[in-house]
């Protein structure tokens, strides 16, 4: 085990260090930041942000019209959230789409398959490496957010914030543990980001298709939704069925990865 876990940490290591010396990774949480950034402006300031909801209200306070009761750093949080969940179907098969296809191109796929480090290792290396990378991208982010809630009068429930962030790590985990298991299928990291994307936008609507579907099929094809459950946890609530889908897509993005480099490993002998 503790050798199992050296190699895990060894594969981390290098996987992370890759993307911080990458241009394409830097260039990559350029374009997250520069769009994230428009993100928060436009629910801020937006025509229809929270500034103009709060203007209307004290203008229909004035005018001693009755008041709605809004909570506006819940609002905030639960847009801001539900914009960065689109943002990574397009960001997160960009970074995911070299994790193997660049292994193929380079010729040193076939290195790590015949390598004392097993298949199991590599992939969890490799998996919590860009994702780790994910979450350092997204901390500048997080820090604007909370500065954009930080005086909110009366203050977020920490639950709501902390439920909804995590479902975003959960949602980024399942799109690049998926999207891993693509890059290992080709050496086209072009393809690779297409196949991916392709595959996340399905998983993502696939409840929409499914409410056309009736009886028990449609309601399975339904509980595989990112979708609905990202939305149940940028609500602040903590859904363990959502958590348990989540994970599942990880550890059978994992688990295919594994098996399509044995699959390799036989072919070549």
Do not use: C
């Not at 076939?110 to 998996?127: H, R």
């Not at 290992?184 to 929409?208: C, Q």
């Amino acid at each position: 085990m503790g050798v199992v876990l050296s190699n895990i940490i060894a594969i981390y290591r290098r996987e992370l260090q890759s993307y911080f010396v990458s241009p394409l990774a830097y260039a990559i949480a350029g374009i997250f930041w520069f769009i994230a950034g428009l993100f928060i402006v436009m629910i801020l300031l937006g025509p229809n942000g929270i500034f103009a909801a709060v203007a209307t209200i004290d203008f229909q306070a004035q005018q001693g019209q009755p008041i709605p009761t809004i909570d506006f750093a819940y609002e905030f949080v639960r847009a801001f959230l539900d914009s960065m969940g689109g943002l990574l179907l397009f960001i997160l098969p960009i970074l995911s789409m070299g994790l193997y296809a660049e292994e193929r191109k380079r010729g040193t796929l076939e290195l790590l398959a015949t390598s004392p480090i097993t298949n199991w290792a590599v992939a969890v290396g490799k998996f919590l490496g860009v994702l780790t990378f994910f979450i350092t991208m997204v901390l500048p982010v997080v820090m604007l957010e909370a500065i954009a809630i930080g005086g909110a009068n009366p203050p977020i429930t920490p639950s709501v914030p902390l439920v909804g962030h995590f479902g975003l790590i959960l949602l980024a985990g399942a799109i690049l543990s998926l999207g891993m298991f693509i890059s290992s299928l080709t050496e086209s990291t072009i393809l690779s980001a297409v196949l991916t994307f392709a595959v996340i936008l399905l998983l993502l609507f696939i409840d929409t298709i499914a409410k056309n579907i009736p009886g028990f099929i449609g309601e399975a094809l339904g509980y595989l939704s990112f979708l609905k459950h990202y939305n149940t946890l940028i609500q602040g609530i903590f859904d363990t069925s959502a958590l348990i889908l989540f994970a599942s897509y990880i550890f059978l993005g994992i688990f295919l990865t594994a098996q399509s480099i044995d699959a390799l490993r036989f072919g070549r002998q």
